[in-house]
C-alpha cells in the first residue's frame, strides 16, 4: 500500500497561525507538515541547500498554485456572471416576443370585434331596408285589394244593369 507515487496534487496554504492547511478544509499535523517539506529521495537526506530556501521555494510553488487557483475561481465566477446576463437578456427577449405577440393578438381580436360591429351594423340596416319594403309592398297590396274591390263592385253593378235591362227588353 503506498508503495507507488500518488499522482494526485495537493494544494495547500499557511494559515494565520503559521500551519500548513489544505485548501479544501482539512487540516494537517505539524509532522505531515514536516514530511511534505522533506525530499522524496530514498536516502531520506535533505535536498542540497539550506531549510529555508527549501521553505521559500515551497511558499512561493504555494503563492503560484493559490494564485492560480483564484485566477480559476476568478474565471469561473466570470463565466458565471456572463451565463447569467445572457440567460437574462435571453429572458427578456423572449419576453419582449411574447409581450409583442400578445400586442399582435390584442390588435387582431380587436379589427374582428370591429369587424362584427360593422357587419351587424349592416345587418342591422339592411333589416330596416327589408322592413321598409315590406310596408311599402303591404300598402301597394291593400291598395290593388281596395281597387280591384272597386272594380269588381262596379262590374256588378253594371252586370246587374246589363241583366235587368235585357230581362226587361225581352219580357
Do not use: C, W
Request: proline content about 2%; glycine content about 6%.
Amino acid at each position: 500500500m503506498g508503495g507507488g507515487g500518488s499522482t494526485r496534487r495537493v494544494t495547500f496554504e499557511a494559515d494565520e497561525n503559521e500551519n500548513i492547511t489544505v485548501v479544501k478544509g482539512v487540516r494537517l499535523s505539524d509532522s505531515v507538515i514536516d514530511r511534505m517539506k522533506e525530499p522524496s529521495s530514498p536516502g531520506g537526506t535533505r535536498p542540497r541547500g539550506s531549510g529555508a530556501a527549501n521553505d521559500e521555494e515551497l511558499k512561493k510553488r504555494i503563492a503560484e498554485e493559490l494564485a492560480l487557483e483564484r485566477a480559476r475561481r476568478d474565471s469561473e465566477a466570470q463565466k458565471r456572471r456572463l451565463f447569467g446576463k445572457l440567460l437574462e437578456r435571453e429572458r427578456i427577449s423572449s419576453n419582449e416576443h411574447l409581450t409583442r405577440a400578445i400586442l399582435q393578438e390584442r390588435a387582431a381580436t380587436e379589427e374582428e370585434r370591429q369587424k362584427a360591429q360593422r357587419f351587424a351594423r349592416q345587418l342591422e340596416e339592411k333589416d330596416r331596408e327589408l322592413k321598409k319594403h315590406d310596408a311599402y309592398y303591404k300598402e301597394q297590396l291593400a291598395r290593388l285589394e281596395e281597387r280591384s274591390a272597386q272594380f269588381y263592385k262596379v262590374t256588378t253593378e253594371q252586370y246587374q244593369k246589363a241583366a235587368d235591362e235585357v230581362s226587361a227588353r225581352f219580357k
